[in-house]
């Protein structure tokens, strides 16, 4: 078994910044690829962000390419995804997901997920 637990979450003005973390605890952290996942209120679950194990290789959905930055630090088993130049369309509910295979941008590629994070951003 594999926890994830998402914070830094919150409400920001469009333009703002805020890094979301993922604290991974239980097997092997190295043994897994992580992604972030976001969902709108009445859309469905999106891809963000993945990142290899060893961090040498990182994926972007198109909508936040320049702006997020996927990062991680096997030494303290968590995740992090930094977010510049917010827009209100970023509004959603932010998940961490481990996954045995690196590069899935699909939400069923993933085998564990955290419960997600909120964030709000205002025009």
């Known amino acids: 078994q594999v926890q994830l637990v998402e914070s830094g979450g919150g409400l920001v003005q469009a333009g703002d910044s805020l890094r979301l973390s993922c604290a991974v605890s239980g097997r092997t952290f190295r043994d897994y690829a992580t992604g972030w996942f976001r969902q709108a209120p009445g859309k469905e679950r999106e891809f963000v962000a993945a990142i290899s194990w060893s961090g040498r290789t990182t994926y972007y959905a198109d909508s936040v390419k320049g702006r997020f930055t996927i990062s991680r630090d096997n030494a303290k088993n968590t995740v992090y995804l930094q977010m510049n130049s917010l827009k209100p369309e970023d509004t959603a509910v932010y998940y961490c997901?481990?996954?045995?295979?690196?590069?899935?941008?699909?939400?069923?590629?993933?085998?564990?997920w955290g419960q997600g994070t909120q964030v709000t951003v205002s025009s």
């Open positions: 997901a481990a996954s045995r295979v690196t590069g899935t941008t699909s939400p069923i590629g993933y085998d564990y």
